[in-house]
Nanobody
Framework: QVQLVESGGGLVQPGGSLRLSCAAS????????MGWYRQAPGKQRELVAA???????NYADSVKGRFTISRDNAKNTVYLQMKSLKPEDTAVYYC??????????WGQGTQVTVSS
């Protein structure tokens, strides 16, 4: 069973930065895609950013130019660098990993709060 552990969330002021980490149990080479999702209160979970095993990335329009997803295969970890944070980025952020299309595992989530 895949275990994904997120960390790095917290409280940050608008305009600030945070880096989220998602550590996987075992090699991340077996995942065809890994992604970060977020869910704000009263809203549906949405894709924030994803990275394939080949290194291709895609981002939600709302975070393009501010967030960067990356992976460190040696550490079995995927990161989400978040800059210029806005209050509307406040949400629980979840890591997802798929070994086959449409079948993914989830982490427990990490809270990100952007507030002054």
């Amino acid at each position: 069973q895949v275990q994904l552990v997120e960390s790095g969330g917290g409280l940050v002021q608008p305009g600030g930065s945070l880096r989220l980490s998602c550590a996987a149990s075992g090699s991340i080479f077996r995942f065809i895609v890994m992604g970060w999702y977020r869910q704000a209160p009263g809203k549906q979970r949405e894709l924030v950013a994803a990275i394939t095993s080949g290194g291709s990335t895609n981002y939600a329009d709302s975070v393009k130019g501010r967030f960067t997803i990356s992976r460190d295969n040696a550490k079995n970890t995927v990161y989400l660098q978040m800059k210029s944070l806005k209050p509307e980025d406040t949400a629980v952020y979840y890591c997802n990993a798929e070994q086959e299309p449409g079948v993914g595992d989830w982490g427990q989530g990490t809270q990100v709060t952007v507030s002054s």
